[in-house]
C-alpha cells in the first residue's frame, strides 16, 4: 500500500509540475511576454497636441493662455484680484512644469511662465516672470518630489522677475 501512495504522489507532483510549465511556454508562443518597464518615448510638441503636455501636470492656479512657438512654451497663468497667492504652490506649478517639459518632451527647448492678475475692465498686469531653458545634462533637473523647498531652488536656479504688486498678492 505504501507504495502505491508514494506512487501517486510522485505521479501528481509530476503533473503538477508540468503543468506550471504550460501558461509560460503558451504566453512565450503566442508573443503575449509583457515587459516589467518600458522606455517612455519623449512627446514631440506640436500645435495639435500641446493639450497632452498639460493633461501631465496638474497645477494650482488656473492657466490663461499657452502658446507654442519656434521650440518655446509659452504659459500664462492667472488670478482673480481678490484671490492670493500661496508661493510654495506657484513655484512648485512653475517647477512642475518646466520638468515636465524638458523630460516628458524633445523639443521644448524654452519656457516662459507668467503669473498675470485679471483686472475688472479684461486688462492683464504681469505679477512674476520666470523662464527656463533645456539643460544639456541629463539630470539637470531633478523630480519635484526630490526638491525639500522648491520656492529656494526656483528663486536660486532660475531667472525670477518680480513685478511691483506681487508681494502685496503673497497669502500670510
Keep these: 500500500m505504501p507504495r ?4 501517486a504522489v510522485m505521479v501528481s507532483a509530476f503533473l503538477a509540475l508540468m503543468l506550471s510549465f504550460v501558461p509560460a511556454l503558451t504566453r512565450e508562443k503566442y508573443g503575449l511576454v509583457l515587459p516589467t518597464m518600458r522606455e517612455v518615448t519623449p512627446i514631440v510638441v506640436t500645435e495639435q497636441n500641446l493639450v497632452d503636455l498639460f ?13 507654442w512657438e519656434n521650440h518655446s512654451l509659452y504659459v500664462d497663468f492667472y488670478v482673480t484680484p481678490a484671490q ?26 524654452n519656457l516662459f511662465f507668467r503669473l498675470l492678475e485679471e483686472g475688472i475692465s479684461g486688462r492683464s498686469r504681469v505679477l ?16 519635484p518630489e526630490r526638491i525639500d523647498d522648491i520656492t529656494s531652488f526656483v ?16 497669502s500670510p
Excluded at 528663486?155 to 503673497?170: D, I, S, T, W
Design 55 to 67: 493633461t501631465l501636470t496638474p497645477t494650482h492656479y488656473n492657466i490663461k493662455r499657452v502658446k
Design 84 to 109: 492670493s497667492i500661496e508661493e510654495a504652490s506657484l513655484y512648485q506649478d512653475f517647477y512642475t512644469l518646466a520638468y515636465h517639459s524638458f523630460s516628458l518632451t524633445r523639443n521644448v527647448d
Design 155 to 170: 528663486q536660486k536656479n532660475f531667472p525670477v522677475r518680480e513685478e511691483p504688486g506681487f508681494a502685496e498678492k503673497l
Design 4 to 7: 502505491k501512495l508514494v506512487a
Design 128 to 143: 512674476l516672470a520666470i523662464s527656463a531653458e533645456r539643460s544639456n545634462q541629463s539630470r539637470a533637473y531633478p523630480a
